[in-house]
């Protein structure tokens, strides 16, 4: 390790240059997030906070059983968002780095990044006008004569919310397979398949393994900020469909109780940092596996 | 070759609801829903007549230029830093400031919430959204730049050093130019990004809602909706011209400073 007396001129400049970000980062994100741990340790009390130090916050997340199915169920609805888009996600972006001539590469990318920088919440609406009772697909099954009543079972329950997140999630899933897929020696297939492996086997052997701390990325992209949505809950869940992220809103903005919306953020962050984390090892146990 | 069948599939998937902003935003019914009944431009103009919605798409303009700026001035000093020598901790550092990029956005909303209105007692107003925003908008910038200046060839300040030339001025004079198609990249990027952004906003607005808070509210009133499509079909069009644009400067910018394009903006 370097001291700081034998810095060199360029890492002090460096060093300067990054104190700006780094000090607007922890006046706005450390700062902020030490303080929600702080207030989970507090009680609300009417219009004032009482700041005796008490884990009951905590002990009230536990035993009414209203947070734990909340919470399974965010859980649950983002381990299958995840699932769903990196599964679907994957071919797509095998397609783009093996199929694809390297000059048409990122005209594929742009297309498919543009439908998530356009407005959130029109997209999120725009689900419950193809899922819906009188929607795109049920008039158009209707009309088909596939069936003869509308289906009731796309919209205002979970299966709506994870449609509508797997959609709004989708190209966060392909970027980190695409670039990692990109870095792949292609004479490693090559070499591979001169040696008796078939095509698909030489996908198994070679690429997947490889292609994993992407796929790594890709999970963790997608399942961690999707535990934050309140907005495709709310509007496609119906009553059966909410998430935590709609409980952790009504907390703070209706029921004016930070400390308990504070200890119910941090109890649903830290279950998804535990899940990422033993993802991580996992995946990493597998793959040593096989070295 | 099935590859591209189903790549084409996911496109379709990926656009489907878009396709039906301008099909409903024409459509002459208040009503959501197939059949179409007839053509009409109703809905835009009644958007015009609006005063509450311009006043909120004033305010989100005025907040995602402020982000823009913002946001680009620190990935600037973070991705310059990124370019120059390693120094103990670095690593770290540039995670940390990463991190908003992974964090679920309920937490940064609840954290900041928690500090300007419990802790320091503060009202909020456009001023807290801007400064959320440009934490959020930080490391996509970032990102963008760290390809700009990535690609550049540092023996070109040094020669502009050689020759005479202060640092700060070698810099402006010479790597300036060649960033600053990245530079214009992550100013749209970070706009784009302010202007849709509803999760955080919702949280941190003050009396005047922003654009994204504004639609929400108009969300539950089923006579509004036509107008919300109208709305959305501006929207979508206009943030199609802001990337490409955007994309094509990232472009230009990994080309001048003389790298190869890898595609992509994360």
Sequence with gaps: ?291 | MKLLIYAIAYLIFLYAPIILLPIFAFNDATIIAFPLSGFTTEWFSELTQNSALHAAVQNSLIIAVCTAIFATILGLCAARAGAMSDFPGKKGITGFIMLPLVLPEIIVAVALLVILRQVLGLSLGNWTIIMAHVLICTPFSIAILNGAFGALDPAMEEAALDLGESRWSAFRLVTLPLVMPGIISSMLIAFTISLDEFIIAFFLTGSNPTMPVYIWGLLRFPKSLPVIMALGTILVALSVVLLTIAEIFRRRGVRRAGGTDTGGFL
């Excluded at chain 1, 999120?124 to 697909?137: A, R, S």
């Design chain 1, 1 to 291: 390790m370097a001291k700081f007396s034998t810095l060199t001129q360029d890492q002090t400049r460096s060093i300067k240059l990054l104190g700006l970000p780094l000090i607007y980062a922890l006046l706005l994100l450390a700062v902020p997030l030490g303080s929600i741990v702080l207030f989970s340790f507090w009680t609300q009390d009417f219009m004032t906070v009482d700041t005796t130090f008490t884990t009951a916050n905590y002990r009230e997340i536990w035993d009414s059983p209203i947070y734990s199915l909340l919470l399974r169920r965010s859980l649950m609805v983002s381990g299958i968002v995840t699932a769903v888009t990196v599964l679907l996600a994957y071919p797509v972006a095998y397609f783009i780095s093996f199929h694809v001539h390297p000059s048409k590469k990122s005209i594929w990318l742009f297309l498919i990044t543009i439908p998530f920088w356009t407005s959130y919440l029109i997209r999120v609406f725009l689900w419950k006008v193809i899922l819906g009772y009188n929607g795109v697909i049920n008039s158009g099954l209707l009309q088909l004569g596939i069936i003869d009543e509308p289906l009731t079972f796309i919209l205002y329950n979970v299966n709506a919310v994870i449609i509508t997140l797997a959609h709004a999630f989708a190209p966060f899933a392909i970027l980190p397979i695409f670039v990692v897929l990109e870095k792949i020696d292609r004479s490693l297939l090559e070499a591979s398949q001169d040696l008796g492996e078939t095509k698909f086997s030489t996908f198994l052997r070679v690429t997947l393994p490889l292609s994993m701390p992407g796929v790594v990325g890709a999970v963790l992209i997608v399942f961690i900020p999707t535990i934050g949505d309140y907005v495709t809950p709310e509007l496609m869940g119906g009553a059966g469909g909410k998430l935590i992220a709609n409980m952790i809103q009504t907390q703070f903005l209706q029921l004016n109780n930070a400390p308990l919306g504070a200890a119910l953020a941090i109890v649903a962050m830290i279950c998804v940092t535990a899940i990422s984390l033993i993802f991580v090892f996992l995946n990493r146990k597998y793959l040593r596996g096989r070295t």
